[in-house]
Structure formats: structure tokens, C-alpha cells
């Protein structure tokens, strides 16, 4: 059984693997503090949430400051949209596109509509700088960094 939300969930890089663990569609927004593009995606991430609630899982993680998470994931920009389906990536937005764009993506994830035309909006560029290791939560020594907005 699936879960179902009608608002994003919000998490940490450090709980993301558990929240993803499910395996259900799901499209993950990257963000940082005081990101201006990653404020103006949160209500269009809302309206999609109710919208798709029963069949996509919204995910926000709040503060992609963590270097380990931007390598992983490859964040070059805030926001960044992560479309994923069975735990693999199907596509990727940077930037906030505007609602239609994103709810295409989402139907294209639903595998209800063809792939759409890439799409880009306003962002921020992060720029890491890694530090020391410290243990995560499952005990692995993962770099700490601290990742800056900038245009």
C-alpha cells in the first residue's frame, strides 16, 4: 500500500533514503534557505501534492547544504525537481518552471502523457565546500559542508 500525503513531506538528507524506501513515484524538491525560486515553488508544490495525493509522493528536503547530498544527487542548483519511479530517476527540473510545467513532469512519471519538453526556471547556483567526516545515522562517515546560494 501506498502512502498518501496532501502537503509535501519534509526531511533531511540524512532520513531521505528511508522516506524513499516505499519505492512509490515520487518527485523531491532540493532547496536551500533564503532560496527566493525555492519560496515561490512551495505552493505549487502544495496544489500538486492534494492533486496527485493518492498516486505521487512529494518530498521536500528543505536545506541541501550537506556537500555528501549535492554530490550525490548531482544538485548543481536550487530548487532542483527529482522525478523518481521505482526508486530510479526518470527526469530533473533546475529552477522553478511554473505549475504546468512541473504537473507535466508528474503525468509523465505517472507514465500518463508523454515526455514533456525539458524545463528550466529561476534558481540558485550552490557552490560546496566540503569539511571533516561525521558519522550520519546509520553510522557511515559522510563529509560535512556548507553549500552557498548565489546567482
Known sequence: ???AFDAPIRTT???LDRVLAGGQPTVVSFEAPGCVPCQSLRPVL???????RERVLIVRVPDAAEGWLAARWHLA????LVFLSGGQEVARIKGD??????R??????????ARPDAAEGPRHTLRARFGPTRPDDSGVARPTALLFAGR
Open 46 to 52: 502544495d496544489s500538486l501534492a492534494r492533486e496527485f
Open 97 to 102: 518552471p511554473g505549475r504546468e510545467a512541473v
Open 1 to 3: 500500500m501506498q502512502a
Open 104 to 113: 507535466a513532469h508528474i503525468l509523465y512519471l505517472l507514465e500518463q502523457a
Open 77 to 80: 542548483f536550487v530548487p532542483t
Open 13 to 15: 538528507g540524512a532520513l
